[in-house]
């Protein structure tokens, strides 16, 4: 389930809470919020930085068998030779 960042459209009239922004957890099924779950002002959706996963390969055939993988080279018959 996504985390999605809200803060009050004007401070001023915002309560604690939705002064400084707070974080909520909803489905994506689920349309976003339009005023605060405790004083009813307008709140509007931030844009937040997405968390993916950072992918790493191996760069040469010595990373990769250290990393435990076996290293196979393809022949011309077809056939593959463990290095």
């Known amino acids: 389930m996504p985390t999605y960042q809200y803060i009050a459209e004007d401070p001023e009239k ?6 400084r ?12 919020l339009t005023v605060c779950p405790l004083c009813k002002a307008p709140v509007k959706k931030l844009i937040s930085q997405v968390n993916t996963p950072r992918v790493t390969k191996p760069t040469s055939i010595s990373d990769a068998k250290s990393a435990g993988f076996t290293v ?4 011309c018959d077809g056939s593959y030779e463990r290095l």
């Open 14 to 19: 915002g309560c604690l809470r939705c002064k």
């Open 21 to 32: 922004g707070f974080d909520l957890r909803r489905p994506i099924s689920r349309p976003p």
């Open 72 to 75: 196979l080279e393809k022949r």
